[in-house]
């Protein structure tokens, strides 16, 4: 799988696995979406938000360090787990007022790309 693979280039490292490289971004766009959220909250959903989105790309690179595949796949189902826990916390973020759908759409497409490649990897490394 491109995506996955790294755009055809061999993978040395987690750091050239495409999937990482979004979750990575991912992150970015969690901090400066949740950045705007009530200083209330900075204990709430700002902090279980930011901490799903980092278990993502940590994840992906903790199972590739592992040099295991059945091991990898594991953490590949955690990031899974993670993309799916933020994307229910930015819905609920939306629905409470915290920011606006438009606001919110660059993560939650994140979001979906992540969560699509992670399906692809671990279908990839199950073959």
């Given amino acids: 799988m491109e995506g996955a693979r790294g755009a055809g280039r061999e993978i ?33 959903l700002i902090q279980q938000m930011r901490r799903a989105a980092v278990s993502i790309p940590s994840n992906i690179a903790e199972g590739h360090a592992r040099r295991s595949t059945k091991e990898f796949l594991q953490f590949l189902s955690h990031a899974s ?20 759908q438009e606001g919110a759409q660059k993560a939650l497409n994140l979001i979906e790309e992540v969560q699509r490649m992670l399906v692809g990897l671990r279908r990839s490394l199950s073959d």
């Fill in 81 to 100: 787990g993670s993309a799916a826990e933020l994307e229910t916390q930015t819905l609920l973020a939306i629905s409470l007022g915290h920011c606006s």
């Fill in 12 to 44: 040395r490292s987690y750091k050239d696995l495409v999937v990482w490289q979004k979750g990575m971004m991912l992150v970015k766009e969690v901090y400066l979406l949740t950045a705007k959220f009530p200083a209330d909250e900075k204990f709430g």
